[in-house]
C-alpha cells in the first residue's frame, strides 16, 4: 500500500508559478515511477509528466513542456512538480499517481496509487 498526499496547489494569476508537492510516507517510494495528472470540470483525467523510479528520465505532455518540471526526492519519498507561465488552461485537480511498471506511462489506468488531489486555479 501506498499513500500518497498532495500539497501546493493554489490560486494564482496566469504567468505566475506555483510549485506542487507529493509526500509519499513509506520506504517503497523508490519501488515507483510516478506520474502527474489533471482533470478539469467534466473531462477525463490527463497525463501532465511522469518521471522514472531513479528520477533519470522524465516525459512530459507536449502542452506544458517548457514550463513544467516534474522532480523526485527517494531519500525524502518526495515527487514536486515546478509549474511556471501557467496559462488558464493549466486550472484543474491536479494529482499524483505511483506505478507499478517498471517504466512511467501517460495512461491513468497504469497507476494503482493516487493521491487525493490539489486544486489550482489559474486566473487570467
Known sequence: QVQ???SGGGLVQ??????L???????????F????????PGKERE??????????????ADSVKGRFTISRDNAKNMLNLQMNSLKPEDM?????????L???SVRPIHY????????VTVSS
Open 102 to 104: 517498471a517504466t512511467y
Open 21 to 31: 508537492s507529493c509526500a509519499a510516507p513509506g520506504r517503497t517510494f523508490s519501488n
Open 14 to 19: 496566469a504567468g505566475g508559478s506555483l510549485r
Open 112 to 119: 494503482k496509487y493516487w493521491g487525493q488531489g490539489t486544486q
Open 47 to 60: 497525463f501532465v509528466a511522469a518521471i522514472s523510479r531513479s528520477g533519470g528520465s522524465t516525459y512530459y
Open 92 to 100: 484543474a485537480v491536479y494529482y499524483c499517481g505511483a506505478t507499478s
Open 33 to 40: 515511477a510516478m506520474g502527474w495528472f489533471r482533470q478539469a
Open 4 to 6: 500518497l498526499v498532495e
